[in-house]
């Protein structure tokens, strides 16, 4: 049974007030999960499907339980050629896998399967020997681009981008919304944000809030505190382990791997919310801070003054946060 402790681990949207007759709302589903856009100006009744169209185009992109998609194409060898999309995103995450020391692999698909949280959605214990077959594929050194032919060392290395995808369509959202002429939104696909502009639409108005929702370890349902921030110019994206996981004689997987290790991640960590120039960098560093743990982040976040992160952690059954100083803390 899952704990609803840690269920609590919600990220939330916090919109006070703008003007109401100027404030519009479209809401939908992508990626597997909800999305919702708040923009101020006159409504246009095109826009819900124009979003959904750009987000279809992404999800044709990215989604490895689409096997018509470009990268499920691609992990089958029956494609060599990326799109625009597709290479932008991969020069990403092929940077922060490098300042991460692998703990963001896209290369970890190959062992996404072997535990269950793919296509078929099957968790399960993985045995040592199944787990030696894979891990020599998964390695983001064995892909190379070259004139958008991607090129891998090996056709058993496969990609996954679900670490990174999400924050890349938030990205492109909030780019879409510009270029239409809206100057204030904010923009979330499962806790993933980005803001522009300010909330009650003027120049040096209130800016949009959002927030981070810290549960107690006593109470089921109760809140211990609530952390409110405002991300100004920088996207928002928060990972946790308490949605995707399943329980095996007493010990929890969760589907947040080590691409290093091959097994899934065990650090006391529960949730991070990682500040980024852009989304797409801030999902990917959430993920891979979950990876290494609070002490390990710390560490590489004093040599990234353009983030910031807020952790949630298990002290012993307590749980305690720890940031850096944006936060205040």
């Not at 006070?16 to 856009?37: E, L, N, P, W």
């Not at 998609?69 to 896998?97: K, P, Q």
């Not at 996207?235 to 382990?241: D, L």
């Not at 959430?286 to 949630?312: C, K, N, Q, W």
Request: proline letters at 4%; glycine letters at 8%.
């Amino acid at each position: 049974m899952r704990s609803p402790l840690i269920l609590l681990l919600s990220f939330t949207l916090l919109l006070v007030s703008c003007h109401q007759d100027k404030r519009q709302q479209i809401a939908g589903t992508c990626f597997g999960t909800m999305y919702h856009i708040t923009y101020l100006g006159d409504e246009d009744q095109n826009l819900p499907a124009r979003v959904d169209s750009l987000l279809a185009d992404l999800n044709s992109t990215f989604s490895i339980f689409d096997t018509a998609s470009l990268i499920s194409r691609l992990n089958i060898g029956s494609e060599n050629i990326v799109n625009a999309d597709f290479e932008h995103v991969l020069r990403c995450a092929t940077e922060v896998a490098r300042h991460t020391g692998g703990a963001f692999d896209f290369t970890v698909q190959p062992l996404v399967e072997l535990w269950g949280f793919g296509r078929n959605k099957e968790p399960r214990q993985v045995a040592p020997e199944q787990l030696d077959s894979v891990r020599q594929f998964v390695n983001y050194k064995l892909v190379a681009l070259h004139d958008s032919v991607l090129v891998r060392v090996d056709p058993r290395t496969q990609l996954n981008f679900n670490a990174i995808a999400k924050g890349y369509a938030v990205d492109q959202m909030a780019q879409f919304l510009h270029q239409q002429g809206y100057e204030n939104f904010i923009v979330e696909i499962g806790g993933e944000v980005v803001s522009h502009g300010t909330k009650d639409g003027k120049p040096d108005g209130k800016s949009w809030v959002v927030g981070i929702q810290v549960p107690t370890a006593t109470k089921d349902g109760a809140v211990e505190s609530s952390v409110r921030f405002e991300p100004g110019k920088r996207a928002v994206a928060t990972s946790g382990n308490y949605r995707n996981y399943f329980e095996k004689e007493g010990k929890r997987y969760t589907h947040i791997l080590d691409p290093r290790k091959g097994t899934p991640e065990e650090t006391n960590l529960l949730s991070v919310t990682v500040l980024a120039p852009d989304c797409m960098t801030a999902d990917a560093y959430a993920t891979a801070f979950m990876v290494l743990g609070v002490d390990r982040s710390i560490e590489l976040l004093s040599r990234h003054p353009e983030l910031d992160a807020y952790f949630i952690y298990d002290d012993k059954g307590e749980y305690k946060t720890v940031s850096t100083k944006f936060f205040g803390e």
